[in-house]
């Protein structure tokens, strides 16, 4: 508070003494042509009380009437109280309910963030328990019909199917452990080669299933990052390229160093993405017109992937040719000092 603030928060005592010194004054100028006697004084001090009295009465009522507005105002439920708090008279009230505004926004916030996020965890758990039930329906129907005759190639169905419940399964987790990424993470020089093909194992039996020609190229690199979270980055990116590759189709994945940066390229030739679509690819629950086509599409992969990477310090790109392919590369900056945790 400035003396400017004080001095205009007592401005109505300071204008009741200005008063009083006028009216005094004054009797004392006519007291020089009349003689001043004790009338004169007691006078002086009877008019002075009288006016200080009416200050003390003035101030009382308005004072009154604030608080009686506060009281009304705090039975009220809920928080949008303090917008109908009265217009502060001084300054100490003012820095009181600025004060009340600032929490009154923060707390808005963080409620906001709450129902976002147990929108979102609703949205996840409503989409997962649908999304599991078809690999675990696709796998009894498979074995029903195959307990006459069992075969090879039915086995790698059924991992396959086995494989997408594992899948959903590692989402899960991942997604529960994303906005506490702080205390699970372990940055190290790895081998990019060896959590590519970690990857490609886990996603063999959908390879051979659909006869994709996979080639790997140029891909030793070691690169600073957390092991166990590049690698659900990777796995769900080369999942989308076997998901929505054509049987007898071909995947490239290769890297590629620049002067700032290495970057793994990972490269299909299925139906593409229209290009009204590339912008919302990271999109939560975005699916666009191939989650029209494919059912399995759950628009939380790529929104994940990219949520985990950021995080990292990477940065995950996508450039598409309709009806050609899909191109998507992992970003890696050679010096990346800062992780946003």
Known sequence: MTLKDYLLDKKFLIMLYMTMFVFAGVVISLGEAVSFSRSNGLY??????????????????????????????????????????????????????????????????????????????????????????????????????????????????????????????????????????????????????????????????????????????????????DEKWLGFIVKQIVDNAVKYSNPNGKISIYAEQHNAETVLIIADQGPGIKAEDIRRVFDKNFTGNNGRKFETATGFGLYLSQKIARKLGHHIAISSDYEKGTRVSIHFPVWNDYYDV
């Open 44 to 225: 002086v001090i009877e008019v002075s009380f009288f006016l200080f009295l009416i200050y003390l009465i003035i101030g009382f009522l308005y004072q009154k009437s604030y608080y009686e507005k506060l009281k009304r105002i705090s039975e009220t439920e809920g928080l949008d109280w303090v917008n109908s708090l009265p217009a502060p008279a001084s300054s100490e009230q003012r820095i009181y309910h600025e004060l009340l505004q600032k929490q009154y926004r923060g707390i808005n916030r963080k409620l906001s963030e709450h129902q976002s996020k147990s929108i979102e965890n609703t949205e996840f758990i409503t989409m997962w328990v649908h999304e599991i039930k078809t690999p675990i329906a696709a796998s009894k129907l498979i074995i029903e019909n195959s307990l006459n005759d069992p075969s090879e190639e039915v086995l790698y169905s059924i991992e396959d199917e086995i494989d997408k419940i594992e899948d959903f399964v590692q989402m899960t987790l991942f997604y529960s452990r994303a906005d506490d990424f702080a205390k699970d993470y372990l940055i190290n020089s790895i081998s990019l080669d060896k959590v590519v093909k970690e990857c490609i194992k886990r996603e063999y039996a959908s390879i051979t299933n659909k006869n994709l020609n996979l080639q790997l190229d140029n891909l030793d690199f070691q690169i600073d990052t």
